[in-house]
């Protein structure tokens, strides 16, 4: 037996975001609706009612963890998914290249982004990750550079602590703040908040003199003078999928927090050629990269974020086009190809992202399951209220295990 | 934005109660039909399924906290809501005046409500409070009289503890019991014991002899010569909703113990003039009352006591009847003058309070949503079965922050 998980980011709607339909009402859906007249849908909480879900939150909860439990933070994943190898101790942060001012001991705060600088990251993530910090012993650094400003940080060391304020003002005009140890936390926390002062202004010193910055400067473009580190994590206690369930698997994401959260529960990555995390991301070559992997491993987790970047630029039209694209190019391709006397599918969103809101909403997401075992119900399209009505009820989180289930692969809690 | 939570209680009912039909289904409701067809339905469980809520502990769930962690007894929700200042460490009770006669070093229950005593308790209570203790030191008392034979009282002191057994014993004719330590509570709940047990006993001396008593005597009416305690609590640890959501709100009851829940989750306490907390409240004035505070307000948390009286008093009929008058006098109203664009609206139960059994049964509780952000589902009318077939599914308690989400005030978990 074979799982495919398919989850589209920010997939859910209200009724505003598309003259009185949601965007998945208002897309035309032909595969996603055969699906869902051969299966049964119904309504997930991500998180649980009420809660409103961060995206790894929700995909931890979508996967089978209790995220109350077992969330750290956001860096971990995110340093994961760049394909930084983080180990027991190490404390993970999403970082970001930003222009700041020297303003006394501390840096003003101009451009948080550095102008979405677009080339030579690379050349200025080396020269940070050769910093050998000196007021704390024994502690290393580790960043590298992901798309345009973006970047993940890591600090080694003995007796480093996730206990720490994040370096990240938020607000143009404002100054860095320094880190500090949080409530109570402990020796760990002031080394760790100690560690990262001095790495700061150690950032600002190396990459003020970096020749890329200096050839920016000519061109009028502002420096990527300073790193700024949020989501201080470290490696959540996870039991890996394969040790809970015994089945080996991978996940297909071209976001780096989808592919770290993957990593962090034990599947391989695999990257499917022209996948952006972005609208103009390649679904065909996602549907047939999930195809080869499903030759030799038992599920794929397949994560698609165009849907909420969409719904983050408060663009339904876009939603509802990407949607319609999904369908078409990624589902239909898998209905047409998979065995499907031998496959379960599931298919949900990780949170709702409705239009006029432009963030993640607490509403319930539809689910969609199908395969040889699960019983079909009485739905004939895929949305939010055919999901409403659908055969499988309302429920919090764990669709993971649900689809797992129809393929007989949970162990026996009790005897 | 704007929020209404509406719980009508003991709302939900059986078959039995009116001939095949809950009351809520046999009560002409056209206002709350109107407003189930705009929104959405759903069945929850207060607590959780096949448990028999309190009043306490099911509103505590219902505004989303959790009743199993929080919850430390009722006491301390009746002396907030009778507006007595509660700090840390104070045990509070519900107390009953009663009549009781010396039987060797102790007494015996007579009347436990004192003839339902009906003028001078507040001088009684000023007697009471008065009680200066001596065989527990710095410790010191407070007592408040609510209606007829009700009121609340207040242990204040270093070193006090809830885990203390009551002295009501509940039955006429018996012995009234010495406060005991439940097991293993240590020194404090030994102090406590003590000093509940020297308060019995001079509650019996300054009342007997109160001026009140020997006026009752004279007109052959049982003396309230007795304190009974129960609920023994203390401030539970609450995070405020306004610390929670950054939403400032009220609550408007007529009972002082739905006050207290909602004083004790940060809420400001609203009067609503002619609002008694009996069948014979005001609802035209508690509607009026709550548009008013929505001027000022973020939300507003509205009780309804009359479904529940008539359910204890096991009278269907006048069940029904204050349902249709709850339909007509406040949500007519409150429909006519809402602003809807921007405004969501709850409506449910805290439990049903079916009429043959007379107290809280396990059923889960219909609830309405309606506004904006509510995706409408396909029922046409307001009750336990159209609710069970509603578009929401069934979930437990957390009715708070699922309206919230349509609001879009909860804070995100995770990043």
């Known amino acids: 037996m074979k799982a495919i998980l398919i989850i589209a980011d920010g997939l859910g709607g209200r009724p505003r975001d598309a003259g009185g339909k949601t965007c998945l009402e208002a897309a035309r859906t032909p595969s996603l609706d055969a699906l869902a007249a051969r299966g049964a849908l119904g309504l997930v909480d991500p998180i649980g009612p009420g809660i409103r879900p961060g ?25 994961l998914g760049m394909g930084m190898g983080v180990g027991p101790g190490d404390v993970c942060f999403r970082a970001n290249f930003a222009t700041v001012e020297r303003m006394g001991d501390g840096f003003r705060l101009l451009d948080r982004r550095a102008g979405r600088i677009a080339s030579g990251q690379e050349d200025l993530a080396r020269a940070l990750s050769g910093i050998r910090l000196k007021d704390v012993s024994g502690v290393e650094v580790e960043f590298q550079a992901s798309t345009e400003h973006r970047g993940a ?37 002031r080394r760790t908040a100690s560690a990262l002062n001095e790495f700061t202004k150690r950032s600002f010193e190396v990459l003020e003199a970096h020749p890329i910055n200096r050839a920016r400067a000519k061109e009028g473009k502002p420096p990527a003078n300073v790193v700024l580190l949020r989501g201080a994590s470290d490696l959540p206690r996870i039991e890996s999928i394969e040790s809970l369930y015994g089945v080996r698997g991978a996940v297909i994401a071209g ?51 165009g849907t909420d970047t969409a719904g983050h630029d408060r663009k339904g039209p876009a939603k509802v086009a990407f949607i319609e694209r999904m369908d078409a190019e990624l589902v239909g391709l898998l209905v047409a190809e998979l065995d499907w006397d031998e496959t379960h599918l599931a298919l949900t969103g990780d949170h709702t992202t409705p239009i006029d809101f432009g963030d993640h909403s607490t509403d319930p997401v539809p689910a969609l ?10 739905a004939t399209a895929y949305s939010e209220r055919e999901a409403a009505y659908g055969g499988l009820g309302r429920w919090s989180g764990r669709v993971l295990p649900v689809l797992f289930g129809y393929n007989n692969w949970n162990p026996k809690f009790g005897s």
């Not at 952006?276 to 974020?305: C, I, M, N, P």
């Not at 399951?369 to 009485?378: E, H, K």
């Open 55 to 79: 995206s790894d939150t929700s995909h931890l909860s979508l996967l089978g963890y209790d995220p109350h439990a077992v969330y750290t933070g956001r860096g971990v994943f995110e340093c």
């Open 153 to 189: 940080f890591i600090l080694r060391g003995k007796g480093l602590s996730r206990h720490v304020t994040e370096t990240d003002p938020h607000e143009v005009g404002a100054v860095v703040p320094l880190a500090r140890p949080t409530l109570a936390a402990g020796e760990g926390a």
């Open 255 to 305: 976001g780096a927090l989808y592919r770290g959260v993957g990593l962090a529960c034990g599947m391989e990555r695999i990257d499917a050629p022209g996948a952006t995390g972005g609208l103009d991301t390649d679904l065909r070559s996602k549907a047939q990269t999930t195809l080869r992997a499903l030759e030799r491993l038992d599920y794929v987790f397949l994560h698609v974020k």
């Open 369 to 378: 399951f199908v395969g040889p075992n699960v019983l079909p119900d009485r």
